[in-house]
């Protein structure tokens, strides 16, 4: 069986040292890390994320500031409130929270956020800064899942890794970290023939398409570390609901060396990426030394 690598754990394990390098930051330069949160609209599952970002922070010693606007705000007004933080010395991260109203480019809203404020790690700058392997803000769910894996594997170079999903705020930023680690990296999508060849030669695999449980037992090398990103809400007995990954967990557990769980793997790192990013940036805009957690 394989081992269960406690997302959960870890996560709180990392809100700890952040939260130690932010007292050591506030007594030595007066200055306390601020993250802005921005919501348009009511969103269910964005307020849901939107609240515990805002109790981590809070919790991790930095200031949260929470701007919820209406879901017919025009995107001109949202802009304006970007530039207000992004002129705020006491704001050092901003994060609008996707997705936006369909009355809202997201591109531009992205790209109009500071990119040293962009704790995202989506403005263009950082993704070509990220790409060419030059510092700047990773986004948050890869570099957790980037940290789990040195955390368990340690040196990653020479092994090869298939992430499964190309998008811009999971897939593609996790293949370019993958690189940087000197993995041999894949990416799979939608249109990759022979999906399961093409993991059962992994000796990583990154899962982040959203399809529930998609990727299968004999799919997974004997021994592969298989991180699954998915977060897919299932219907389940009495009306309620039951979140599941884009792995079968059940029976991908029976011949990888190691996997995340859904819940409890990738997503507890999400958030604690963020204050980290946040963290690092309020650092990094008033001059002091950066810690490395
Ligand atoms: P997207 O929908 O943006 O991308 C999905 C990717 O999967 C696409 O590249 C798509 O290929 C590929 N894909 C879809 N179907 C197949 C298939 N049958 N075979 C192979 N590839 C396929 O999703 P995200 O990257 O935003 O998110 C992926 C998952 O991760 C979701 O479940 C999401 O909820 C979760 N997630 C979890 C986070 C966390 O904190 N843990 C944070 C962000 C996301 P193509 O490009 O060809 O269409």
Request: proline share 5%; aromatic share 2%; with cysteine.
């Amino acid at each position: 069986m394989a081992d269960i690598i406690d997302g959960k754990a870890f996560a709180a394990g990392l809100r700890e040292k952040i939260a130690s390098q932010v007292a050591t930051i506030k007594q030595q330069s007066g200055i306390t890390p601020g993250l802005a949160v921005v919501l348009v609209g009511e969103d269910p599952a964005s307020q849901v994320y939107v609240r515990n970002k805002g109790k981590q922070t809070v919790e991790v010693g930095m200031n949260s500031i929470e701007h919820k606007l209406d879901v017919s705000t025009p995107q001109d007004e949202l802009l304006q409130l970007i530039d207000k933080l992004n002129n705020d010395s006491s704001v050092h991260g901003i994060l609008v929270q996707l997705p936006l109203p369909s009355h809202i480019d997201e591109e531009a809203v992205i790209n109009s956020i500071h990119f040293d404020k962009d704790v995202d790690g989506f403005h263009l700058t950082n993704v070509g800064r990220l790409s060419i392997g030059s510092e700047g803000i990773v986004p948050c769910t890869p570099l957790g899942s980037i940290m789990m894996l040195r955390d368990k594997l340690g040196d990653l170079s020479g092994l090869n890794a298939v992430v499964v999903g190309r998008s811009n705020i999971v897939g593609k930023p996790m293949a370019s970290l993958l690189l940087q680690e000197n993995c041999t990296v894949t990416i799979a999508h939608s249109r990759t023939k022979d999906l399961p060849q093409v993991c059962s030669e992994a000796d990583i695999v990154i899962a982040a398409v959203g399809r529930p449980e998609m990727i299968k037992q004999d799919w997974i090398k004997p021994g592969a570390t298989v991180i699954d990103v998915g977060i897919n809400r299932l219907e389940a007995e009495g009306g309620k609901t039951r979140l599941v990954g884009d792995v079968d967990f059940e029976g991908a557990s029976k011949v990888a060396g190691a996997i995340t769980p859904v819940p409890g793997g990738v997503g507890p790192m999400t958030i604690a990426c963020l204050l980290h990013n946040t963290m690092q940036q309020c650092c990094r805009l008033n001059g002091l030394d950066v810690p490395q957690v």
